[in-house]
Nanobody, 127 residues
Framework: QVQLVESGGGLVQPGGSLRLSCATS????????IGWFRQAPGKEREGLSC????????YYADSVKGRFTISRDNAKNTVYLQMNSLKPEDTAVYYC????????????????????WGQGTQVTVSS
């Protein structure tokens, strides 16, 4: 019933930009916390950004602060991650996720706090 689908990944040159989309269904988006994560080969899943419920606050990991921007369009049930000034080390599979319960409305960067995940979209930054 709850579904998240990432899209927008691809191949981009260093310094370029991409906008990822997370299309959600099965719940009312404005009541939910949505997080963006990434996982590179051989590395742990890394929390990048999160947007909370209407009373929550967004956060950004230090590695992406100033380059990535999270936003949401509740009418479209979609969350976006605008990625600018991309670097080769940004290469990874990018995921969006939400918590199991609507009452867990705190914005966190820990993968263990999330239950529903999308399938991921590949981002490759290379010349």
């Amino acid at each position: 019933q709850v579904q998240l689908v990432e899209s927008g990944g691809g191949l981009v040159q260093p310094g370029g930009s991409l906008r990822l989309s997370c299309a959600t269904s099965g719940f009312t988006l404005d009541y939910r916390v949505i997080g963006w994560f990434r996982q590179a080969p051989g590395k742990e899943r890394e929390g990048l950004s999160c947007v909370g419920s209407s009373a929550g606050s967004a956060y950004y990991a230090d590695s992406v602060k100033g380059r990535f921007t999270i936003s949401r369009d509740n009418a479209k049930n979609t969350v976006y991650l605008q990625m600018n000034s991309l670097k080769p080390e940004d290469t990874a599979v990018y995921y969006c996720a939400t918590t199991r319960r609507v009452t867990f409305n705190r914005c966190t960067g820990s993968p263990s706090d999330y239950y529903y995940w999308g399938q991921g979209t590949q981002v490759t930054v290379s010349s």
